[in-house]
Nanobody, 117 residues
Framework: QVQLVESGGGVVQSGESLRLSCTAS??????????VAWYRQAPGKQRDLIGQ???????TYEDSGEGRFTISRSNVESTAWLGMTNLQPSDTGVYYC?????????WGTGTQVTVSS
């Protein structure tokens, strides 16, 4: 099995930036050959897709992720990243990465991002 751990969250002021990491361990091949996605779950709301990156680096974003968010990955490092700029209080939430295998979804444990005004 593969496990995912997110890191890099914290408390920031409006306008600041963060870069979240998602590191895989265990069965690394599951990470390497599949799409990795980033989600955000705001307090009291459903988990929303921000964007995703295919195994070979093609990135797509949902409307919520367009412009301020940058997704990337390194299969050598078994890590994916979510860069976020100009953060706003509305970006507050728990951020999750996930591996989309086509048969199931492998979720990370999440990392909290809090943006104060």
């Amino acid at each position: 099995q593969v496990q995912l751990v997110e890191s890099g969250g914290g408390v920031v002021q409006s306008g600041e930036s963060l870069r979240l990491s998602c590191t895989a361990s265990g069965r690394i091949s599951t990470f390497t050959i599949n799409t990795v996605a980033w989600y955000r779950q705001a307090p009291g709301k459903q988990r929303d897709l921000i964007g995703q990156v295919t195994y070979n680096g093609r990135v797509t974003y949902e409307d919520s992720g367009e412009g301020r968010f940058t997704i990337s990955r390194s299969n050598v490092e078994s890590t994916a990243w979510l860069g976020m700029t100009n953060l706003q209080p509305s970006d507050t939430g728990v951020y999750y990465c996930a591996i989309l295998t086509g048969q199931n979804t492998v979720w990370g444990t999440g990392t909290q991002v809090t943006v104060s005004s």
